[in-house]
């Protein structure tokens, strides 16, 4: 069964202090990985897709990478503006066209000034 | 913004109801999918639509049910409506590739 795995659930960071949210996944045939920030009571914003292990997408402070197994969302120098829930979703070959996104959990990031 | 909305934003009804959502898509974009979002959990695959006919269903039962109009419109209907369905309920439309864009979300609270 395909599966999405996301840590740490919950992440407190200084300002300007970078780290890494991590997505764990389990698939038969990965045909796209995904990244999107969600705010509070709002619908989830589309950030990165990654196809293939070695591909890297970048978007003014964040770095998303993909391995065979994980993909990591690196947040450099955050600002009190990237808090928000980060979510990670695959999309398999199994799924053929019905567009069935399996999220994970997601990552709450709260970055203090 | 993506060029999806969802209406209504925020919706109250009883147990045994009966709801509609409606999503409006991108133009162009002839592919629309529903999510349901617990709070604290990642959105989970209702189904999908493309070309107005349903081609892929998640774990829901059949008083989950859709409809997909010529002018990218979309309706999510739930009948005899629980407690559990208390939850974000969001579309998401895409073109030709994989990616798929949401819309805001529709706040469905079951008393």
């Known amino acids: 069964e395909d599966q999405v795995t996301q840590s740490p659930e919950a992440l407190r960071l200084q300002e300007g202090e970078s780290s890494s949210l991590n997505c764990s996944y389990t698939?038969?045939?990965?045909?796209?990985l995904f990244w999107y920030r969600q705010d509070p009571g709002k619908g989830p914003e589309f950030l990165f897709t990654l196809y293939s292990a070695g591909e890297e997408k970048e978007k003014e402070r964040l770095k998303a990478t993909l391995t065979k197994k994980e993909s990591f969302l690196h947040i450099t120098a955050p600002k009190p503006e990237d808090s928000a829930t980060y979510l990670c979703?695959?999309?398999?070959?199994?799924?053929?066209?019905?567009?069935?996104?399996?999220f994970g959990q997601g990552t709450t990031l709260q970055v203090k000034p | 913004e993506t060029g999806v909305t969802q209406s209504p934003t925020h919706l109250i009804k009883t147990r045994g109801q009966q709801v509609t959502l409606r999503c409006s898509s991108q133009?162009?974009?002839?592919?629309v999918s529903w999510y349901q979002q617990a709070l604290g959990q990642g959105p989970q695959f209702i189904f999908q639509?493309?070309?107005?006919?349903?081609?892929g269903r998640g774990n829901f039962p059949p008083r989950f049910s859709g409809l997909q109009f010529p002018n990218y419109s979309s309706e999510l209907n739930v009948n005899a409506l629980e407690l559990d369905d208390s939850a974000l309920y969001l579309c998401?439309?895409?073109?030709?590739?994989?990616?798929?864009?949401f819309g805001p979300g529709t706040r469905l609270t079951v008393l």
């Open positions: 998401a439309s895409r073109e030709a590739g994989d990616t798929q864009y």
């Open positions: 133009s162009g974009h002839n592919t």
């Open positions: 979703a695959v999309l398999s070959h199994g799924s053929g066209n019905t567009g069935k996104l399996i």
């Open positions: 639509y493309y070309r107005e006919e349903e081609n």
């Open positions: 698939v038969s045939g990965l045909r796209g």
